[in-house]
């Protein structure tokens, strides 16, 4: 009886400490409205001023792109965005190889 007792006692606790383990913190994701820094590395010089500048994600959430329309990115995270509009330009055609940084600012 008393191994039982203990028993419980152990698994309850556990499942405590389990409850009160911290959890990693949600990731942001991006809204309508915001504004961010787009830079894109591996394209040639000449196009970088064309596309390496401040957006605005409209009401739709989709960012307006030159040359690459507008793609939608809202409610994906940061990271998740950039694999996204890595992907569509290399879909268009327009870089063989994007390396997309987004900043917040």
Do not use: C
Request: proline share 6%; glycine share 6%.
């Amino acid at each position: 009886m008393q191994r039982l007792f203990i028993t419980s006692t152990v698994l309850l606790l556990l499942t405590f400490i389990g409850l009160a383990a911290p959890q990693p913190a949600p990731q942001a994701t991006i809204k309508s409205g915001e504004w961010y820094e787009l830079v894109i590395k591996n394209i040639p010089t000449q196009e970088a001023a064309q596309w390496n500048k401040h957006y605005k994600i409209d009401q739709n959430g989709r960012i307006n792109l030159p040359l690459g329309g507008k793609v939608k990115i809202e409610g994906l995270t940061i990271q998740q965005a950039q694999d996204k509009l890595e992907k569509h330009l290399k879909n268009k055609e327009l870089f063989m190889s994007p390396k997309i940084t987004l900043t917040k600012i």
